[in-house]
Nanobody, 122 residues
Framework: QVQLVESGGGLVQAGGSLRLSCAAS????????MAWYRQAAGKQRELVAG???????KYSESVKGRFTISRDDVKNTIYLQMNNLRPEDTGVYYC????????????????WGQGTQVTVSS
């Protein structure tokens, strides 16, 4: 089992920046792919960005060019640098870890953090 703890959320004005962190503990060797999801009020959780152990990345179209995902395997931590934030980026951001890309977001094949709130004011 992998435990994930997010931090770095907060309130920021549109155009501002935040950096989220997700620290992993436990069976970290089982984590090959890690990702950030977000859930806005009244909406489904959606994939924001993912990164493999080899450094391959994926981004949702809405955040490309503004967000950057990275990982530090020595610290067992992933990051999400969010620049040029928009009000529509508001939501709870969750860290997710899985063995393979296809396992991301699946409750039976991945682990979730508790989430961190990001609020972008206009």
């Amino acid at each position: 089992q992998v435990q994930l703890v997010e931090s770095g959320g907060g309130l920021v004005q549109a155009g501002g920046s935040l950096r989220l962190s997700c620290a992993a503990s436990g069976r970290t060797l089982s984590m090959s792919v890690m990702a950030w999801y977000r859930q806005a009020a009244g909406k489904q959780r959606e994939l924001v960005a993912g990164i493999s152990s080899g450094g391959s990345t994926k981004y949702s179209e809405s955040v490309k060019g503004r967000f950057t995902i990275s990982r530090d395997d020595v610290k067992n931590t992933i990051y999400l640098q969010m620049n040029n934030l928009r009000p529509e980026d508001t939501g709870v951001y969750y860290c997710n870890a899985a063995l393979i890309w296809g396992g991301l977001g699946r409750d039976d094949l991945s682990s979730w953090g508790q989430g961190t709130q990001v609020t972008v004011s206009s």
